[in-house]
């Protein structure tokens, strides 16, 4: 059985940080590309962030370019995302997600067959 848990979210002030982590079981971690994806209220599904098997590669969307990093430990079985200089649009659940099908990496979030229950970020301004 597949289980993947996402810890770390929070409320955080404007300009403030975060980094959430998943860790997940019950799978090849090692063989999955990551995902991080993140629901607003009224908004649809918004890859953030991906990783590749190796994580040689990696995929930001322009929202969080250049604030955002995506990295994961495969001894660990764990992907975390540092997200640093929120603002109040970052606020939203946050979810990570792994894919079999796409291990060097995957930018929609329809590739994802794995996720976890969610974190939830509120950045206040």
């Known amino acids: 059985q597949v289980q993947m848990v996402e810890s770390g979210g929070g409320l955080v002030q404007a300009g403030g940080s975060l980094t959430p982590s998943c860790a997940a079981s019950?799978?090849?971690?090692?063989?999955?590309?990551m995902g991080w994806i993140r629901q607003a209220p009224g908004k649809e599904r918004e890859t953030v962030a991906a990783?590749?098997?190796?994580?040689?590669?990696?995929y930001y969307a322009d929202s969080v370019k250049g604030r955002f990093t995506i990295s994961r430990d495969n001894a660990k079985n764990t992907v975390y995302l540092q997200m640093n200089n929120l603002n109040p649009e970052d606020t939203a659940v946050y979810y990570c997600?792994?894919?079999?099908?796409?291990?060097?990496?995957?930018?929609?979030?329809?590739?994802?067959?794995?996720w976890g229950q969610g974190t939830q970020v509120t950045v206040s301004s």
């Open positions: 997600a792994a894919t079999a099908k796409y291990p060097l990496g995957a930018t929609q979030t329809q590739h994802y067959g794995y």
């Open positions: 019950g799978l090849m971690f090692s063989r999955h590309g």
């Open positions: 990783i590749s098997w190796t994580g040689g590669w990696t």
